[in-house]
């Protein structure tokens, strides 16, 4: 998986482990937090390995997907996470934002998925986190995030339909406001955000690994092509 030092990824990594897998989780700049997660994971019986990969780099990320299965031996699931956030007004948007945004938000997933998929079997599994903001943007300056994450919808269903011949379900989970490091319940504008949801609160990360884990289960077999809100009723 894709961004699994911190927040989001941290807990799907956590979660996929105890129902039974083993991970290899990327992450930019964050050797101590990943390798904590690293430990977390074996703490639990499973194997675990993070590979330091921008996910911006396209020959980078390739490379960390075939290292993970040099070392598992094979790869059955991929849940691409790694995200960048970044928001502003459109008359401060900097081309190298846009390139940023583009490399790290839409270009990644469809490498990874790209690189992931020579290697997967029936059963296989590719997971997405997009946003609720693909469905509502609901405060200005998101225009960009939005239009990344919105790509994303594209992506799934169009490799679903690639990909489901041969047995492998695609599907992007959309998390509403998140407690983590890139959107703080305890944050400038956490209560106004809050306040969009159905539910008046902020996701803990481990309510949203709980659906990619549902997602990359067996139960899940019949679920292809679908972008799954988890978000509170941000988007009722
Ligand atoms: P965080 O900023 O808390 O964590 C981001 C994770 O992605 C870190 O592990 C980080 O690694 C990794 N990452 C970021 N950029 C790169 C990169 N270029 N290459 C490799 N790894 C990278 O984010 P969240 O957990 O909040 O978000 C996770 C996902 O969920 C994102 O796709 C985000 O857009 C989405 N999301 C989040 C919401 C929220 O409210 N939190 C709401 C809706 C969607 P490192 O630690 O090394 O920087």
Redesign the pocket.
Known sequence: M?????????AVALRLAEEGADVA???????E??AGVVEQIKAVGRRAVAVQ????VPDRLTAAVEETVETFGRLDVLVN?????LVGPLEDMRAEEIDRTL???VR?PLVASQAAARHMGQGGRIIS?????AERAVFPGMTL?AMS?TALVGMTKGLARELGPRGITVNLV??????????PADGPNASAIAGFTALGR??A?PE?AATVAHLAGADAGYITGAVIAVDGGFTA
């Open positions: 894709t961004g699994g030092s911190r927040g989001i990824g941290a989780l990327t992450y930019e700049n964050s050797a937090r990943a990969a921008d996910s911006a996470n790694a995200g960048v956030f490399a790290v938000n990644a986190i997009g946003s609720n903001v995030y994450k959309h998390p509403g406001p998140t407690d983590t490091d890139a959107n902020y996701a990360a949203i």
